[in-house]
């Protein structure tokens, strides 16, 4: 079976005034379709610069990637753009809504960049809405919804466009107990109907209730 | 990969996102930003119109109170239009015609207090126009008694009194006496001595004019029959006619005026429209002012596309997380960058449009009916419809690159650096 990710030998290095720093030195990995991967390490063990990596959001210094079998190293800006708007789907730690936009509008957007039209894009995103059972939050800015609210509204905009892959840069590091609960248990449940799902956490507890884990140190896979 | 991105869902995002950022906008950061469009396209019309209305208002003035709408002038060459009475008569039955006021015109010296004049002291006297008019057409044809500040008009019976321009006397003039020579001490109720050649004689200023064209302002007016008689002229032609229309429009000047040629009057009269008519200076002096209106306004022009662009930079900037975030979920670069150009569009256009409704609801009938009294015109302001909109498009097309820059600025920065908020 291909491997929905599949990264080849991936570092990535940064440098400032100068001095360069490693962050992953020579990452290789496979991820099924399907699978739901935790990517733990110490602060600073280069998970979270491997998240952006492999959703596109940066470019890898070396290596390669390849997301549904399709090498991404020779896509343009604007082809990656559109990657990640009609495959990919993005959890952020601190839920990255737009303050502007009201809860459906936020899940609405990428939809309508599909081209998709404003009364489909209302309906499938209320739906998305449902699912995380915020429907009747839909008219609340995000100034208006607790942390777990819009951390699901949040999921809500990753999963309306039915991405292949959905990536999570520590979901729960800004909610409480409950809240970090009820965001797993829907992580859960969309991993139970076939969602592939990359999350990064520090969390050993959460960690575990992936299928698998990635475990990095000074950026290397160290199991 | 096939291309999903159409440039329809890109507006579409545009419009969503912009318009949403203008409603979820601080309203009094919106309107802030509407007063300074809706001044800097009132700076833009108003500075410039005023400067020409200026002229436009000295230029309308020569042609309500003295030329008319067509000006019949004497040769260079010659004292009188010849065969004077057969071109008044062909005016007279002209169905277009409304009014006309034959002048003679004339040059003398007058001098007042000349009675106590000691044998060593300068004469109170200066040098002036003389014109002769038959007060009761000229004042349909000009309304000239509707110059009078002082004193009362013309009678036609009046062999012994006389109408003096404002800018003759020294406590009438604009202009201060020390740059032209000016009558001392003389009022409504002086007399004057009038001088042409050898012929001299007293007169009662009756009533003091002043409309704000050089040409009556600067001229003494009697009765026709009494400056020809003084001058000694002998026959019934005069120098100068004002026609007035019933259509004051060019092109029923031009008909006119062809029909005039056509009799052939062209041949011992100079015959022009008051277009034509009008001094040279005037149009030198309008066209400077127009240039000079404009470089004042692009001032300003410049001043609001600073301001634009420094306020949706700081909104960008601000939200530069956002955009990154944006970005980052698969919106098109230029989707988020149109979304703040219709943002400044919003601006401009609600900013011009409040000011197209002061300069045209407000600001010019105010004017036209309250013009600025200026010492040498009644300012209007002029605001014609052409250049007024084609200003307004110019600040839309300001405002939208003052917009776009800095949006685009920030938009190209690195997508994770920005959702990291480096």
Redesign the interface.
Known sequence: MTPMIRAQNITKTYVSKGIETRVLRGISLHIKKGEFVAIMGRSGAGKSTLLYQLSLLDTPTEGKIFLSDEDTSNLSNEERTRFRLHRLGYVFQDYALIPDLTAIENVMIPLLMQGMSQKKAEEKSLKSLERVELSHRKDNLPSELSGGEQQRAAIARAVVHTPDIIFADEPTANLDTVSSKAVLDLLLELHKKGQTIVMVTHEEEYGALAERIIRLSDGVVVS | ?K????F???I??AF??GI??IR?ANPWTTVLIIFIMALTFLNLVVVSGILVGLIEGSESAYKEKYSGEIFITKPQTKDFIENSPALLSVLENLPEVKAYSPRILSGGNIEANYHNRLINVAPNSVSAGLSGIDPILEDKTTGLSEGIVRGIYLDPLDNDGVLVGSNLLEQYSVVPGDIISLLKNTDIGSKILITIGGSSKEYTVRGILNLKVDDITLRVFMNKSELRLLSGGQNANVSQIAVRLKNPTETSALFVKNVLLGNGFGDTANIKTWIEAQPKFLKDIKVTFAILGNAISSIGLVVAAITLFIVIFINAITRRR?IG?????????F?IELSYVIQSFFYAVIGTTIGLIAVYGFLVPSFLAHPIDFPFSDGILVAPIGPTFFKVGLLVLTTIIAGYIPAKMIVRRN??EA?LGK
């Open positions: 990969m291309r999903i991105h159409t329809r869902s890109v579409r995002v969503f996102l949403r950022q979820r956002y975030i944006l970005k980052g979920i698969g919106i098109d670069e989707a997508t994770l959702i």
